[in-house]
């Protein structure tokens, strides 16, 4: 049986691959590769790289998978579709991780169950699926580093009804990464803190602890394997007059607001400073062309795709300053200074809501619980979506909806769907969902109007009285703040409802005029 297996979906997997082996053999002297490593073509282009490692003979053999996404699968999609009711969906979800398991083996390289030790970097893709169907034990390893401070995608792909769900995964009959699965031995990341809500099986193994350990030896290795051309990068600093800020590149928004973030950055410090742009290796944006002719003036871009971290591994190699938008750049030891602009930079040319996942839920179910004073447990706020349309016009339907709402009318199915549709695409509209233990409890609609945000919302008949209520209008705040820093966030109420006079009274809300039997409400507005 041979040892182990490494399973890499992008160059930082098969370098964290290649730093562990490397450290095995510390003491050992010359001895035979006990490591075989996988490289997932699905979302990748290894380019030479692998050519390289070859001869090294770090590993036993370099295989290839040809991973299977499903997305254009229709049988698959089909059992994605929302039935309308969750045992429904999560019966028709024990169908989708078999099959989307299946669907791999095809295209599996190697017999997986012949490795003591699989090794798995981003099991949420199909490999996990199909470690889950073949119930092949493995070891996860983090995407990337500090990966679930911004993207926990076992939460974030199972808000509502979380604990059965994960009880289900445990049981194998669904899939759940980052440690949920049945399967899943452990998950190893860099660092504990930087998420509260890791799985049990969750161990902290330091990169920076891994990478103190590495040799000159190590090292160039290291250089030599992933650095497609590490004379070119020397002759590169050495023809530099000024100090040199590298710029990190991220596939982030759609490429027209990209090439405006980064030609910003670029702009910023120019004046100052040589600049170099590292494309990501996943970045699709031709930085070449964008910085070519007059404009390129002092802006030189690197060609070839690698992972930044080697840069670490090449000797003499020293920047002033190294630039990232939201990659975490902790370990970066080649840079004098380290510039880190985070998401409030990123605010200003996305929709905070795509970038801001992990926050906003943390954010909606700590306020929400706060705020419910200990009456409502369990309350979570997460982002509509499509399959919440018909929930929403059920609610919104209500009698006594209806009856405390501006418009009093019943709305037809066909209008509301369009309306729905439309505000889902709005920048300006936010349309949320609470959840309570699991079900659908509550519906909260932000809608910019600069220079205010209106606030409606609405509670679900059988959760009245639970403090659902109270837990949507603190969230309103959280949310306006960021997604609408510095707008007046404003209310109305029917002055017969004395229920939602009394909240927002008792939530920070200041009474502001009464109109055609509507009380407003205003409540100042604070940046993020």
Known sequence: MTPSVYICHTFYHAYIACVKELLLRHGLGKIPP???????????????????????????????????????????????????????????????????????????????????????????DPIGYYLNWKKIRYHALEDGLNCDKLDDMARLSNQGAFRLKALLARLGLIFIPNGYSRYCTDYEVNDLSVNPLFPKNVSAVPRRELYAQLTAGDHALLAEVFLPDAQGLRDLMNARKRPVAMILTEPLCELRVREKLFDDIVEEYRTDYDIIIKPHPRDLLDYETLYSGEKGEGVFVLTGRF??????????????????????????????????????????????????????????????????????????????????????????????????????????PETHRKWFAEKLADPQERLYICMKDGERAGQLRLSGQEPEVEISYAVAPKMRGQGVGRGLLEAAKDFSAKVFPGRTLFGTVREENAASLHLFGSCGFTENGCSDGMVRFVRKGTDS
């Open 307 to 412: 992972p930044m971290e080697a840069l670490d591994d090449l000797k003499g190699f020293r920047i002033a300053r190294l630039i990232s938008v939201i990659t975490q750049v902790d370990n970066a030891g080649f840079a004098d200074e380290i510039v880190y602009l985070g998401l409030d930079f990123l605010d200003r040319y996305e929709d905070p809501a795509v970038h801001r996942k992990m926050e906003n839920f943390l954010s909606g179910q700590n306020r929400a619980q706060a705020a419910a004073g200990g009456q409502a447990t369990g309350l979570m706020i997460r982002p509509a979506a499509e399959d919440d349309c018909d929930w929403w016009l059920e609610v919104r339907n209500d009698p006594e909806t209806r009856r405390n709402s501006g418009s009093t009318g019943e709305i037809d």
């Open 34 to 124: 006990a490591a075989d490593l996988i490289l997932s073509t699905m979302s990748n282009d290894f380019g030479e790289m692998p050519k390289r490692l070859k001869k090294t003979e770090l590993f036993r053999e370099i295989l290839f998978f040809e991973e299977q996404s499903g997305a254009d699968d229709p049988e698959l999609q089909e059992l994605r579709r929302d039935r309308g009711n969750l045992p429904a969906n999560l019966l028709q979800r024990v169908k989708y991780t078999k099959l989307l398991g299946k669907k791999q083996e095809p295209h599996v390289p190697a017999d997986l169950r012949t490795y003591q030790d699989v090794y798995v970097f981003c099991d949420s």
